[in-house]
């Protein structure tokens, strides 16, 4: 059971303009969710995060953003650099207010590339 | 600096083998975490541990053991009872579990079982 989704495995976007990678979850109990970027060969590091509390995130370049009701978060970038090219991860942890709920369950990652 | 390292980078052993593969943290962490990339997947978690001497399954822990004797070391053991043991392996770390933070990976370790 596919609890974090992401339906798109690639996306292409042309330098400069604006990437938006999607992502679902069927988990009601999700309140925090992460976005990770990978290389291949490496390990992933962290982006940016949302807190259930809040509807948006921005830092720089990238925009996360969160629709509780819908049960679904986006990521963007603007405006895409070739270097924003990789595979990226979106995640999410339950409260942790939850006994034994402190996991982070990861989508299946969504390959972004950026064409000069 | 402050890190999280994972070794070897890559390993290959003979199917039917146990291999041990190492993760130190020296972040001072609280929770460790094993996760699996297969290509076309995302990352499935395989253990974690909220504290010293803890550890509990993730969704794939089946032919894996974990041990966490130390809070900077977490190594995972793949067994021979472990079906498929080829591919990319994730360690990471987080503050505390508890709390909501990002949890840092290393750099992975590619296993080829042969």
């Known amino acids: 059971d596919q609890q974090v989704k992401q339906n798109s495995p690639s996306l292409s976007v042309q330098e400069g303009r604006i990437s938006i990678l999607n992502c679902d979850y069927t988990n009601s109990m999700f309140d925090y969710f992460l976005w990770y970027k990978k290389y291949p060969a490496e390990g992933p590091t962290f982006l940016i995060s949302?807190?259930?509390?809040?509807d948006k995130n921005e830092d720089g370049r990238f925009t996360v953003f969160l629709n509780k009701s819908a049960k679904h978060l986006s990521l963007h970038i603007v405006p895409s650099q070739p270097g924003d090219s990789a595979v990226y991860f979106c995640?999410?942890?339950?409260?942790?207010?939850?006994?034994?709920?402190?996991?982070?369950?990861f989508g299946q990652g969504t390959r972004l590339t950026i064409n000069p | 600096d402050g890190g999280i390292t994972q070794s070897p980078k890559y390993l290959f052993r003979k199917e039917g083998q146990n291999v041990t593969l190492s993760c130190e943290q020296n972040l001072n962490h609280d929770a460790m975490y094993w996760y699996r990339q297969d290509p076309g997947q995302g990352l499935r978690l395989i253990y974690y541990s909220q504290i010293v001497n803890d550890f509990q399954k993730g969704d794939i822990a089946e032919g894996y053991s974990v041990s966490r004797e130390k809070k900077e070391s977490f190594p995972l053991t793949v067994t021979s009872a472990q079906k498929n043991p080829t591919a990319f392996y994730l360690c990471?770390?987080?503050?505390?579990?508890?709390?909501?933070?990002?949890?840092?990976f290393g750099q992975g370790t590619r296993l080829t079982v042969v």
């Open positions: 990471a770390s987080s503050i505390d579990s508890g709390i909501n933070t990002e949890a840092f």
């Open positions: 949302i807190s259930s509390i809040k």
């Open positions: 995640a999410a942890k339950e409260n942790p207010s939850i006994q034994g709920a402190q996991k982070l369950v």
